[in-house]
Protein backbone atom coordinates (compact mmCIF):
# COMPACT_ATOMS: atom_id res chain seq x y z
CA UNK A 1 0.00 0.00 0.00
CA UNK A 2 1.49 3.39 -1.31
CA UNK A 3 1.18 6.64 1.00
CA UNK A 4 2.27 9.96 0.72
CA UNK A 5 1.71 13.49 2.48
CA UNK A 6 -1.93 13.52 1.46
CA UNK A 7 -2.66 10.06 2.77
CA UNK A 8 -4.69 10.35 6.01
CA UNK A 9 -3.81 9.22 9.81
CA UNK A 10 -5.47 5.81 10.84
CA UNK A 11 -6.78 5.88 14.04
CA UNK A 12 -8.88 3.27 15.78
CA UNK A 13 -10.21 2.38 19.37
CA UNK A 14 -12.90 -0.56 20.76
CA UNK A 15 -15.84 2.10 20.59
CA UNK A 16 -16.02 5.71 21.11
CA UNK A 17 -13.24 6.65 23.41
CA UNK A 18 -10.78 7.22 20.94
CA UNK A 19 -12.68 10.11 20.22
CA UNK A 20 -10.96 11.81 22.78
CA UNK A 21 -7.50 11.48 21.36
CA UNK A 22 -8.92 12.13 17.44
CA UNK A 23 -10.44 15.53 18.99
CA UNK A 24 -6.85 16.13 20.15
CA UNK A 25 -5.38 15.56 16.74
CA UNK A 26 -7.62 17.54 15.02
CA UNK A 27 -6.78 20.51 17.15
CA UNK A 28 -2.81 19.77 16.62
CA UNK A 29 -3.08 19.03 13.17
CA UNK A 30 -6.08 20.27 11.69
CA UNK A 31 -5.02 19.93 7.77
CA UNK A 32 -4.84 16.11 8.24
CA UNK A 33 -6.91 13.65 7.65
CA UNK A 34 -8.49 11.23 9.39
CA UNK A 35 -10.20 7.55 9.36
CA UNK A 36 -11.21 6.45 12.65
CA UNK A 37 -12.55 3.30 13.63
CA UNK A 38 -14.35 2.27 16.16
CA UNK A 39 -14.47 -1.68 16.79
CA UNK A 40 -18.36 -1.28 18.60
CA UNK A 41 -18.94 -4.56 18.04
CA UNK A 42 -16.58 -5.98 20.55
CA UNK A 43 -16.22 -3.05 22.69
CA UNK A 44 -15.23 -2.85 25.40
CA UNK A 45 -11.73 -4.20 25.71
CA UNK A 46 -10.49 -3.26 28.72
CA UNK A 47 -12.34 -6.19 30.53
CA UNK A 48 -10.85 -9.04 28.07
CA UNK A 49 -7.95 -10.37 27.49
CA UNK A 50 -4.43 -9.39 25.67
CA UNK A 51 -4.58 -12.47 23.44
CA UNK A 52 -8.32 -10.80 21.97
CA UNK A 53 -7.20 -7.75 22.31
CA UNK A 54 -3.85 -7.80 19.93
CA UNK A 55 -5.99 -10.01 17.45
CA UNK A 56 -9.05 -7.31 17.40
CA UNK A 57 -6.06 -4.59 17.33
CA UNK A 58 -4.52 -6.81 14.40
CA UNK A 59 -8.06 -6.72 12.14
CA UNK A 60 -8.81 -2.65 13.47
CA UNK A 61 -4.82 -2.44 11.49
CA UNK A 62 -5.54 -4.05 8.61
CA UNK A 63 -9.08 -2.34 7.71
CA UNK A 64 -7.19 1.29 8.28
CA UNK A 65 -4.00 -0.10 5.75
CA UNK A 66 -6.49 -0.53 3.12
CA UNK A 67 -7.85 3.08 3.73
CA UNK A 68 -4.18 3.79 2.75
CA UNK A 69 -3.31 5.54 6.33
CA UNK A 70 0.71 6.82 6.73
CA UNK A 71 0.74 6.74 10.69
CA UNK A 72 -1.55 4.58 12.96
CA UNK A 73 -2.72 5.42 16.51
CA UNK A 74 -3.75 3.29 18.67
CA UNK A 75 -6.09 5.40 20.77
CA UNK A 76 -7.38 3.08 23.37
CA UNK A 77 -4.85 2.53 26.59
CA UNK A 78 -5.86 -1.52 26.40
CA UNK A 79 -4.82 -1.97 22.96
CA UNK A 80 -1.37 0.22 23.59
CA UNK A 81 -0.57 -1.79 26.70
CA UNK A 82 -1.00 -5.00 25.03
CA UNK A 83 -0.91 -5.44 21.16
CA UNK A 84 1.70 -2.33 20.00
CA UNK A 85 4.29 -4.96 19.80
CA UNK A 86 2.38 -6.97 17.64
CA UNK A 87 1.05 -4.03 15.70
CA UNK A 88 4.93 -2.75 15.25
CA UNK A 89 6.05 -5.99 13.63
CA UNK A 90 2.82 -6.57 11.34
CA UNK A 91 2.40 -3.21 9.95
CA UNK A 92 4.26 -0.99 7.52
CA UNK A 93 3.85 2.32 8.82
CA UNK A 94 4.67 4.08 12.05
CA UNK A 95 2.44 2.69 15.19
CA UNK A 96 1.67 5.47 18.09
CA UNK A 97 0.19 4.64 21.15
CA UNK A 98 -1.06 6.78 23.99
CA UNK A 99 1.39 5.16 26.98
CA UNK A 100 4.28 6.62 26.24
CA UNK A 101 3.31 9.87 25.25
CA UNK A 102 1.12 10.09 28.79
CA UNK A 103 3.73 8.42 30.90
CA UNK A 104 6.37 11.25 29.73
CA UNK A 105 3.92 13.87 30.32
CA UNK A 106 3.29 12.44 33.61
CA UNK A 107 7.54 12.10 34.48
CA UNK A 108 7.68 15.73 33.51
CA UNK A 109 4.99 16.84 35.54
CA UNK A 110 5.34 15.32 39.37
CA UNK A 111 7.39 17.23 41.80
CA UNK A 112 7.09 14.51 44.33
CA UNK A 113 8.07 11.70 42.03
CA UNK A 114 4.73 9.74 43.33
CA UNK A 115 2.07 9.37 40.48
CA UNK A 116 -0.93 7.58 40.52
CA UNK A 117 -2.16 5.39 37.37
CA UNK A 118 -6.01 4.45 36.79
CA UNK A 119 -6.98 2.78 33.64
CA UNK A 120 -9.23 -0.50 32.77
CA UNK A 121 -8.56 -4.14 34.67
CA UNK A 122 -6.52 -5.27 31.17
CA UNK A 123 -4.03 -2.05 30.98
CA UNK A 124 -3.30 -2.08 34.58
CA UNK A 125 -2.67 -5.66 34.67
CA UNK A 126 -0.45 -5.32 31.84
CA UNK A 127 2.12 -3.49 33.83
CA UNK A 128 2.62 -1.11 30.83
CA UNK A 129 2.60 2.26 32.27
CA UNK A 130 5.00 0.97 35.04
CA UNK A 131 6.99 -0.10 32.42
CA UNK A 132 6.86 2.96 30.46
CA UNK A 133 7.60 5.61 33.48
CA UNK A 134 10.50 3.38 34.81
CA UNK A 135 12.18 3.62 31.17
CA UNK A 136 11.51 7.11 31.35
CA UNK A 137 13.08 8.06 34.91
CA UNK A 138 14.07 6.74 37.94
CA UNK A 139 13.39 6.34 41.59
CA UNK A 140 9.69 7.08 41.07
CA UNK A 141 6.95 5.75 42.93
CA UNK A 142 4.12 4.33 40.83
CA UNK A 143 0.76 3.24 42.16
CA UNK A 144 -2.03 2.01 40.12
CA UNK A 145 -5.65 1.27 40.17
CA UNK A 146 -8.13 -0.16 37.96
CA UNK A 147 -11.43 1.16 37.81
CA UNK A 148 -13.70 -0.79 35.71
CA UNK A 149 -16.94 0.90 36.15
CA UNK A 150 -15.96 4.68 35.27
CA UNK A 151 -15.98 3.44 31.18
CA UNK A 152 -19.95 1.95 31.67
CA UNK A 153 -20.26 5.89 33.32
CA UNK A 154 -18.77 7.34 30.47
CA UNK A 155 -20.84 5.72 27.83
CA UNK A 156 -23.79 5.93 29.38
CA UNK A 157 -23.30 9.72 30.08
CA UNK A 158 -23.41 9.71 34.00
CA UNK A 159 -20.71 12.08 34.12
CA UNK A 160 -21.77 14.58 37.21
CA UNK A 161 -24.00 13.57 40.51
CA UNK A 162 -23.74 11.50 43.03
CA UNK A 163 -23.15 8.18 41.27
CA UNK A 164 -19.67 8.98 39.82
CA UNK A 165 -18.45 10.81 42.49
CA UNK A 166 -19.51 7.74 44.84
CA UNK A 167 -17.70 5.61 42.61
CA UNK A 168 -15.11 7.64 42.37
CA UNK A 169 -14.52 7.97 46.27
CA UNK A 170 -14.19 4.38 45.90
CA UNK A 171 -11.65 3.53 44.17
CA UNK A 172 -9.37 6.81 44.14
CA UNK A 173 -9.43 7.12 48.47
CA UNK A 174 -10.07 3.69 48.99
CA UNK A 175 -7.66 1.89 46.52
CA UNK A 176 -4.66 1.32 46.25
CA UNK A 177 -3.35 4.76 45.67
CA UNK A 178 -1.05 5.36 48.55
CA UNK A 179 -1.01 9.08 49.96
CA UNK A 180 1.13 11.92 48.32
CA UNK A 181 1.29 11.34 45.00
CA UNK A 182 0.91 14.57 42.99
CA UNK A 183 0.17 13.15 39.24
CA UNK A 184 -2.74 11.43 38.20
CA UNK A 185 -2.64 9.74 35.11
CA UNK A 186 -6.00 9.04 33.12
CA UNK A 187 -5.11 5.63 31.62
CA UNK A 188 -8.16 5.27 29.35
CA UNK A 189 -9.57 7.51 27.11
CA UNK A 190 -12.72 7.07 28.77
CA UNK A 191 -11.58 9.10 32.05
CA UNK A 192 -11.60 12.60 30.48
CA UNK A 193 -14.87 12.81 30.27
CA UNK A 194 -15.13 11.99 33.96
CA UNK A 195 -12.44 14.48 34.91
CA UNK A 196 -14.58 17.17 37.01
CA UNK A 197 -15.24 14.54 39.53
CA UNK A 198 -12.01 12.76 39.63
CA UNK A 199 -10.30 15.91 40.30
CA UNK A 200 -13.38 16.97 43.12
CA UNK A 201 -12.50 13.71 44.40
CA UNK A 202 -8.55 13.68 44.71
CA UNK A 203 -8.29 17.19 45.19
CA UNK A 204 -6.46 20.26 43.71
CA UNK A 205 -3.24 19.45 44.39
CA UNK A 206 -3.24 16.62 42.31
CA UNK A 207 -2.75 17.35 38.63
CA UNK A 208 -4.39 15.30 36.22
CA UNK A 209 -2.66 13.90 33.13
CA UNK A 210 -4.41 13.11 29.94
CA UNK A 211 -2.38 11.38 26.82
CA UNK A 212 -4.65 12.89 24.30
CA UNK A 213 -2.49 16.36 23.57
CA UNK A 214 0.91 14.60 24.41
CA UNK A 215 -0.14 11.86 21.97
CA UNK A 216 -1.14 14.29 19.22
CA UNK A 217 2.48 15.94 19.92
CA UNK A 218 4.01 12.64 19.44
CA UNK A 219 2.06 11.86 16.42
CA UNK A 220 3.24 15.39 14.95
CA UNK A 221 7.13 14.85 15.71
CA UNK A 222 6.86 11.72 13.89
CA UNK A 223 4.99 12.66 10.66
CA UNK A 224 7.44 15.58 10.72
CA UNK A 225 10.78 13.64 11.33
CA UNK A 226 9.51 11.44 7.72
CA UNK A 227 8.40 14.64 5.79
CA UNK A 228 5.23 13.10 6.23
CA UNK A 229 2.97 16.30 7.32
CA UNK A 230 0.27 17.45 5.19
CA UNK A 231 0.74 21.47 4.59
CA UNK A 232 -2.36 21.95 2.08
CA UNK A 233 -5.80 23.28 3.31
CA UNK A 234 -7.51 21.45 0.77
CA UNK A 235 -8.53 17.70 0.92
CA UNK A 236 -8.92 17.48 4.10
CA UNK A 237 -11.41 14.11 4.92
CA UNK A 238 -12.68 12.92 8.14
CA UNK A 239 -14.27 9.16 7.92
CA UNK A 240 -15.43 7.08 10.60
CA UNK A 241 -15.91 3.57 10.36
CA UNK A 242 -18.05 1.10 13.00
CA UNK A 243 -18.14 -2.42 13.07
CA UNK A 244 -21.82 -2.37 14.57
CA UNK A 245 -24.62 -0.32 13.71
CA UNK A 246 -23.79 3.54 13.70
CA UNK A 247 -26.66 5.11 15.24
CA UNK A 248 -25.28 4.49 18.89
CA UNK A 249 -21.69 5.47 18.09
CA UNK A 250 -23.02 8.78 15.92
CA UNK A 251 -24.78 9.79 19.29
CA UNK A 252 -22.43 9.07 22.11
CA UNK A 253 -19.36 9.85 20.22
CA UNK A 254 -20.46 13.61 19.67
CA UNK A 255 -19.71 13.68 23.88
CA UNK A 256 -16.62 12.36 22.92
CA UNK A 257 -15.59 14.70 20.18
CA UNK A 258 -17.04 17.99 21.60
CA UNK A 259 -19.21 17.99 18.23
CA UNK A 260 -21.40 16.17 16.23
CA UNK A 261 -20.29 14.03 14.02
CA UNK A 262 -22.53 13.62 10.44
CA UNK A 263 -22.08 9.69 9.26
CA UNK A 264 -20.27 6.85 9.88
CA UNK A 265 -19.66 3.80 7.87
CA UNK A 266 -20.67 -0.31 9.20
CA UNK A 267 -18.06 -2.43 8.47
CA UNK A 268 -16.87 -6.19 9.16
CA UNK A 269 -14.03 -7.16 10.52
CA UNK A 270 -11.61 -9.94 8.97
CA UNK A 271 -10.56 -11.87 12.44
CA UNK A 272 -7.39 -14.51 12.33
CA UNK A 273 -6.46 -17.28 14.14
CA UNK B 1 -26.01 -33.76 13.68
CA UNK B 2 -27.86 -36.98 15.56
CA UNK B 3 -29.35 -36.43 18.87
CA UNK B 4 -31.42 -38.38 21.28
CA UNK B 5 -31.99 -38.31 25.53
CA UNK B 6 -28.49 -38.64 26.25
CA UNK B 7 -27.31 -35.36 24.40
CA UNK B 8 -26.63 -32.68 26.21
CA UNK B 9 -28.33 -29.41 26.82
CA UNK B 10 -27.12 -26.27 25.08
CA UNK B 11 -26.76 -22.74 26.75
CA UNK B 12 -25.40 -19.89 25.86
CA UNK B 13 -25.12 -16.52 26.61
CA UNK B 14 -22.93 -13.03 25.93
CA UNK B 15 -20.91 -14.39 29.36
CA UNK B 16 -21.44 -15.36 32.63
CA UNK B 17 -25.01 -13.46 33.44
CA UNK B 18 -26.67 -17.20 32.00
CA UNK B 19 -24.87 -19.16 34.50
CA UNK B 20 -27.99 -18.00 36.60
CA UNK B 21 -29.95 -19.68 34.33
CA UNK B 22 -27.54 -22.65 34.00
CA UNK B 23 -27.92 -22.92 37.61
CA UNK B 24 -31.72 -23.42 37.61
CA UNK B 25 -31.69 -25.97 35.18
CA UNK B 26 -29.18 -28.09 36.80
CA UNK B 27 -31.48 -27.67 39.57
CA UNK B 28 -34.64 -28.57 37.91
CA UNK B 29 -32.95 -30.98 35.46
CA UNK B 30 -29.80 -32.75 37.49
CA UNK B 31 -29.54 -35.52 35.31
CA UNK B 32 -29.39 -33.85 32.32
CA UNK B 33 -26.01 -32.90 30.65
CA UNK B 34 -25.28 -29.44 29.83
CA UNK B 35 -22.40 -27.22 27.52
CA UNK B 36 -22.41 -23.95 28.20
CA UNK B 37 -21.08 -21.04 26.14
CA UNK B 38 -20.30 -18.16 27.41
CA UNK B 39 -19.23 -15.50 24.35
CA UNK B 40 -16.41 -13.45 26.65
CA UNK B 41 -14.63 -11.77 24.06
CA UNK B 42 -18.04 -9.84 22.74
CA UNK B 43 -19.64 -9.17 26.33
CA UNK B 44 -21.94 -7.36 26.46
CA UNK B 45 -24.95 -8.20 24.04
CA UNK B 46 -27.04 -5.38 25.64
CA UNK B 47 -25.54 -2.30 24.13
CA UNK B 48 -25.30 -3.95 20.94
CA UNK B 49 -27.14 -4.29 17.83
CA UNK B 50 -30.31 -6.22 16.94
CA UNK B 51 -28.01 -6.93 13.59
CA UNK B 52 -24.52 -7.97 15.34
CA UNK B 53 -26.41 -9.79 18.28
CA UNK B 54 -28.31 -12.07 15.79
CA UNK B 55 -24.91 -13.09 14.27
CA UNK B 56 -23.19 -13.59 17.67
CA UNK B 57 -25.89 -16.03 18.08
CA UNK B 58 -25.99 -17.96 15.19
CA UNK B 59 -22.41 -18.24 15.46
CA UNK B 60 -22.76 -19.87 18.89
CA UNK B 61 -25.77 -21.92 18.44
CA UNK B 62 -23.26 -23.58 15.78
CA UNK B 63 -20.64 -24.23 18.14
CA UNK B 64 -23.27 -26.04 20.21
CA UNK B 65 -24.98 -28.22 17.35
CA UNK B 66 -21.37 -29.48 17.00
CA UNK B 67 -21.66 -30.67 20.50
CA UNK B 68 -24.72 -32.37 19.51
CA UNK B 69 -26.88 -30.59 21.47
CA UNK B 70 -30.91 -31.98 22.00
CA UNK B 71 -32.12 -28.42 22.68
CA UNK B 72 -30.52 -24.80 22.91
CA UNK B 73 -31.19 -22.47 25.49
CA UNK B 74 -30.94 -18.86 24.70
CA UNK B 75 -30.11 -17.74 28.02
CA UNK B 76 -29.37 -13.66 27.62
CA UNK B 77 -32.74 -11.91 27.30
CA UNK B 78 -31.01 -9.35 24.71
CA UNK B 79 -31.03 -12.47 22.68
CA UNK B 80 -34.12 -14.07 23.00
CA UNK B 81 -35.16 -10.17 22.57
CA UNK B 82 -33.56 -10.27 18.75
CA UNK B 83 -32.42 -13.91 17.83
CA UNK B 84 -34.76 -16.26 18.26
CA UNK B 85 -36.95 -16.19 15.19
CA UNK B 86 -33.52 -16.28 13.19
CA UNK B 87 -32.38 -19.12 15.44
CA UNK B 88 -35.40 -21.33 15.20
CA UNK B 89 -35.61 -21.13 11.38
CA UNK B 90 -32.12 -21.78 11.33
CA UNK B 91 -31.85 -24.62 14.10
CA UNK B 92 -33.45 -28.31 13.47
CA UNK B 93 -33.59 -28.61 17.58
CA UNK B 94 -36.16 -27.13 19.98
CA UNK B 95 -35.04 -23.42 21.01
CA UNK B 96 -36.27 -21.85 24.28
CA UNK B 97 -35.67 -18.36 24.68
CA UNK B 98 -36.06 -16.76 28.53
CA UNK B 99 -38.42 -13.41 27.52
CA UNK B 100 -41.57 -15.82 27.41
CA UNK B 101 -41.24 -17.89 30.30
CA UNK B 102 -40.78 -14.90 32.02
CA UNK B 103 -43.68 -12.81 30.90
CA UNK B 104 -45.85 -15.68 31.54
CA UNK B 105 -44.81 -16.01 35.20
CA UNK B 106 -45.46 -12.09 35.21
CA UNK B 107 -48.60 -11.96 33.63
CA UNK B 108 -49.69 -14.86 36.65
CA UNK B 109 -48.08 -13.07 39.62
CA UNK B 110 -49.50 -9.61 39.16
CA UNK B 111 -52.98 -8.59 40.96
CA UNK B 112 -52.76 -4.64 39.91
CA UNK B 113 -52.55 -5.71 36.12
CA UNK B 114 -49.67 -3.55 36.13
CA UNK B 115 -46.00 -4.54 35.49
CA UNK B 116 -42.85 -3.14 35.12
CA UNK B 117 -39.62 -5.01 32.64
CA UNK B 118 -36.19 -3.89 33.37
CA UNK B 119 -33.59 -4.95 31.09
CA UNK B 120 -30.95 -4.08 28.94
CA UNK B 121 -31.17 -1.29 26.31
CA UNK B 122 -31.20 -3.73 23.52
CA UNK B 123 -34.03 -5.82 25.16
CA UNK B 124 -35.85 -2.77 25.85
CA UNK B 125 -35.78 -1.32 22.45
CA UNK B 126 -37.20 -4.37 21.13
CA UNK B 127 -40.09 -4.44 22.86
CA UNK B 128 -40.22 -8.27 23.47
CA UNK B 129 -41.55 -8.56 26.79
CA UNK B 130 -44.46 -5.62 26.09
CA UNK B 131 -45.23 -8.23 22.82
CA UNK B 132 -45.54 -11.45 24.96
CA UNK B 133 -46.97 -9.86 27.60
CA UNK B 134 -49.55 -8.86 25.37
CA UNK B 135 -50.04 -12.49 23.70
CA UNK B 136 -50.64 -13.65 27.04
CA UNK B 137 -52.96 -11.68 28.91
CA UNK B 138 -54.97 -8.42 27.26
CA UNK B 139 -55.14 -5.42 29.50
CA UNK B 140 -52.11 -5.71 31.10
CA UNK B 141 -50.19 -1.81 31.62
CA UNK B 142 -46.45 -2.52 31.35
CA UNK B 143 -44.00 -0.04 31.57
CA UNK B 144 -40.45 -0.58 30.99
CA UNK B 145 -36.99 0.79 31.91
CA UNK B 146 -33.57 0.24 30.60
CA UNK B 147 -30.66 -0.22 33.26
CA UNK B 148 -27.52 -0.43 31.26
CA UNK B 149 -25.15 0.09 34.01
CA UNK B 150 -26.64 -3.17 36.19
CA UNK B 151 -24.62 -5.03 34.03
CA UNK B 152 -20.95 -3.71 34.80
CA UNK B 153 -21.99 -3.47 38.24
CA UNK B 154 -23.31 -7.37 39.04
CA UNK B 155 -19.94 -8.28 36.48
CA UNK B 156 -17.52 -6.24 39.21
CA UNK B 157 -19.34 -7.48 42.00
CA UNK B 158 -21.13 -4.48 43.07
CA UNK B 159 -23.81 -6.17 44.30
CA UNK B 160 -24.08 -4.39 47.93
CA UNK B 161 -24.32 -1.13 48.86
CA UNK B 162 -24.82 2.48 48.22
CA UNK B 163 -23.07 2.51 44.67
CA UNK B 164 -25.77 -0.11 43.73
CA UNK B 165 -28.24 1.39 45.76
CA UNK B 166 -28.13 4.54 44.44
CA UNK B 167 -28.22 3.45 40.47
CA UNK B 168 -31.04 1.66 41.26
CA UNK B 169 -32.99 4.03 43.03
CA UNK B 170 -31.67 6.50 39.64
CA UNK B 171 -33.37 3.72 37.42
CA UNK B 172 -36.49 2.43 39.68
CA UNK B 173 -37.45 5.98 41.10
CA UNK B 174 -36.93 8.69 38.84
CA UNK B 175 -37.17 6.79 35.81
CA UNK B 176 -40.24 5.37 33.61
CA UNK B 177 -41.79 2.83 35.13
CA UNK B 178 -44.94 4.82 37.07
CA UNK B 179 -47.05 4.34 40.10
CA UNK B 180 -48.83 1.13 41.11
CA UNK B 181 -46.86 -1.85 39.42
CA UNK B 182 -46.82 -4.80 42.06
CA UNK B 183 -44.27 -6.97 39.73
CA UNK B 184 -41.33 -6.57 38.37
CA UNK B 185 -39.31 -8.48 35.79
CA UNK B 186 -35.83 -8.65 36.00
CA UNK B 187 -34.94 -9.09 32.37
CA UNK B 188 -31.58 -9.10 31.88
CA UNK B 189 -29.70 -12.55 33.42
CA UNK B 190 -27.50 -10.60 35.25
CA UNK B 191 -30.23 -8.54 37.25
CA UNK B 192 -30.83 -11.53 40.07
CA UNK B 193 -27.78 -10.39 41.53
CA UNK B 194 -28.81 -7.32 42.81
CA UNK B 195 -32.47 -8.21 43.67
CA UNK B 196 -31.83 -7.34 47.24
CA UNK B 197 -30.92 -4.31 46.16
CA UNK B 198 -33.35 -4.18 43.73
CA UNK B 199 -36.14 -5.36 46.14
CA UNK B 200 -35.83 -2.53 48.48
CA UNK B 201 -35.44 0.31 46.40
CA UNK B 202 -38.95 -1.22 44.82
CA UNK B 203 -40.38 -1.99 48.41
CA UNK B 204 -41.76 -5.46 49.64
CA UNK B 205 -45.55 -5.09 48.01
CA UNK B 206 -43.66 -5.54 44.63
CA UNK B 207 -42.72 -9.28 43.38
CA UNK B 208 -39.64 -9.60 41.49
CA UNK B 209 -39.67 -11.86 38.54
CA UNK B 210 -36.77 -13.80 37.77
CA UNK B 211 -36.93 -16.17 33.94
CA UNK B 212 -34.29 -18.52 35.02
CA UNK B 213 -36.45 -21.07 37.18
CA UNK B 214 -39.88 -20.27 34.71
CA UNK B 215 -37.39 -20.92 31.93
CA UNK B 216 -36.01 -24.39 33.18
CA UNK B 217 -39.51 -25.62 33.66
CA UNK B 218 -40.47 -25.07 30.24
CA UNK B 219 -36.85 -26.75 29.35
CA UNK B 220 -38.46 -29.92 31.13
CA UNK B 221 -41.72 -29.24 28.73
CA UNK B 222 -40.25 -29.57 25.49
CA UNK B 223 -38.05 -32.12 26.81
CA UNK B 224 -41.06 -34.54 27.71
CA UNK B 225 -43.10 -33.18 25.49
CA UNK B 226 -40.60 -34.90 22.31
CA UNK B 227 -39.41 -37.59 25.01
CA UNK B 228 -35.79 -36.57 25.33
CA UNK B 229 -35.92 -36.59 28.80
CA UNK B 230 -32.18 -37.93 30.46
CA UNK B 231 -33.99 -40.60 32.99
CA UNK B 232 -30.26 -42.26 34.06
CA UNK B 233 -27.88 -40.96 36.96
CA UNK B 234 -25.23 -42.04 34.82
CA UNK B 235 -22.89 -39.97 32.39
CA UNK B 236 -23.98 -36.42 32.88
CA UNK B 237 -21.38 -34.22 32.43
CA UNK B 238 -21.13 -30.30 32.46
CA UNK B 239 -18.59 -28.55 29.80
CA UNK B 240 -17.80 -24.91 29.75
CA UNK B 241 -17.22 -22.99 26.68
CA UNK B 242 -15.69 -19.74 26.56
CA UNK B 243 -14.66 -17.53 23.73
CA UNK B 244 -11.84 -15.11 25.70
CA UNK B 245 -9.32 -16.98 27.86
CA UNK B 246 -11.14 -18.23 30.71
CA UNK B 247 -9.72 -17.32 33.98
CA UNK B 248 -12.18 -13.91 34.73
CA UNK B 249 -14.93 -16.58 33.49
CA UNK B 250 -14.38 -19.09 35.90
CA UNK B 251 -13.72 -16.76 38.49
CA UNK B 252 -17.21 -14.29 38.05
CA UNK B 253 -18.96 -17.08 36.86
CA UNK B 254 -19.00 -18.73 40.44
CA UNK B 255 -20.68 -16.31 41.52
CA UNK B 256 -23.53 -16.46 39.67
CA UNK B 257 -23.31 -20.23 39.25
CA UNK B 258 -23.30 -20.50 42.99
CA UNK B 259 -20.51 -22.96 42.80
CA UNK B 260 -17.12 -23.18 41.38
CA UNK B 261 -16.37 -24.11 37.61
CA UNK B 262 -13.21 -25.91 37.65
CA UNK B 263 -12.47 -25.63 34.23
CA UNK B 264 -13.34 -23.90 30.64
CA UNK B 265 -12.11 -24.51 26.99
CA UNK B 266 -11.61 -21.53 25.00
CA UNK B 267 -12.91 -21.72 21.19
CA UNK B 268 -12.90 -19.60 18.42
CA UNK B 269 -16.87 -18.51 16.89
CA UNK B 270 -17.25 -19.08 12.80
CA UNK B 271 -18.53 -15.09 12.30
CA UNK B 272 -20.52 -15.30 8.90
CA UNK B 273 -21.61 -12.14 6.76
Redesign the interface.
Known amino acids: MRFDRHSPIGVFDSGVGGLTVLKALIERLPLESTVYLGD ?4 PYG ?3 G ?2 VTKYSLANADVLLEYGVKLLVVACNTASAVALPALREALPIPVVGVIAPGAALAAHTTKTGKIAVIGTPGTIASGAYQEALASIRTGLEVHTQAC ?2 F ?3 A ?2 G ?1 TEG ?2 PS ?2 AE ?1 YLTRGLLGPGFDTLVLGCTHYPLLSDVIQRVVGPGVTLVDSARATADRVAEVLNERDLLKKERLATERHYLV ?3 P ?2 FIEVGARFLGHSISGARQI ?1 LK ?1 K ?1
Open positions: TARVTKSEVPLVPLEEWQVLVQTDTNRDLG
